[in-house]
């Protein structure tokens, strides 16, 4: 059974740096064909999806926060991290780690962890 789980503080003040990792459990994150994607959902609105690392390393990110995204990895601890630079109050929201790289494809998902941007 493949579980996720988010972690990182939940307070970030703007203009700083958001980070969050996300554990992987039941299946290795460079498992040839596994991506591993980070999604979220402001609050009263739907999920964005911010990009993915797949098996090799590669990464991908939404175009609308590609300059200020990064996603990582640290295969010995079979984590991924998720950096967002330069955050405002607009970038509030409950955060997923999730397997796959689209909407149909989320087999898995952590049970979110809310991250919000205040002074």
């Known amino acids: 059974q493949v579980q996720l789980q988010e972690s990182g503080p939940g307070l970030v003040k703007p203009s700083q740096t958001l980070s969050l990792t996300c554990t992987v459990s039941g299946a290795s994150i460079t498992t040839k064909y596994y991506y591993w994607s980070w999604i979220r959902q402001p609050p009263g609105k739907g999920l964005e999806w911010i990009g993915y690392i797949g098996y090799s390393g590669s990464t991908y990110y939404s175009p609308s926060r590609k300059s200020r995204t990064s996603i990582s990895r640290d295969t010995s601890k079979n984590q991924y991290t998720l950096q967002m630079s330069s955050v405002t109050p607009e970038d509030t929201a409950v955060y997923y780690c999730?397997?796959?790289?689209?909407?149909?494809?989320?087999?898995?998902w952590g049970k979110g962890t809310q991250v919000t941007v205040s002074s």
């Open positions: 999730a397997k796959g790289v689209w909407t149909a494809d989320f087999d898995y």
